[in-house]
């Protein structure tokens, strides 16, 4: 029943930035783990960010931390990832990932998310 939906990739120059959202619907995404994974091809799904139910977000690295900023609005059950100061090497699909686990910590892990967005593609250019 529930369908997340990400939007708001592109194409950017490195150092530019975008802000990616993921709406869903059938879910209400304020009582749940929400998570940004992102995928090169031939590469495996890895971690970005994710939030939990009470807004405590975690992030890949502290290099993401500084760049990437994940919030969300619980009025319009959307959860934005903000990146700026972007790179090449964050070039990948971008992926929404919805949680049902009762956690107050997010999950890095692609097992923890049940539900998946169909991805947004970011190209980050030199």
């Known amino acids: 029943q529930v369908q997340l939906v990400e939007s708001g990739g592109g194409l950017v120059q490195a150092g530019g930035s975008l802000t990616l959202s993921c709406t869903a619907s059938g879910r209400t995404l304020s009582n749940y783990v929400v998570g940004w994974f992102r995928q090169s091809p031939g590469k495996e799904r890895d971690f970005v960010a994710a939030?939990?139910?009470?807004?405590?977000?975690?992030y890949r690295s502290d290099s993401v931390q500084g760049r990437f900023t994940i919030s969300r609005d619980n009025a319009k059950n959307t959860v934005y990832l903000q990146m700026s100061s972007l790179r090449p090497e964050d070039t990948a699909a971008y992926y929404c990932g919805l949680s049902y686990r009762n956690s107050h910590y997010p999950s890095s892990d692609t097992i923890a998310y049940d539900d998946w967005g169909q991805g947004t593609q970011v190209t980050v250019s030199s």
């Open positions: 939030i939990s139910w009470n807004g405590s977000p975690r």
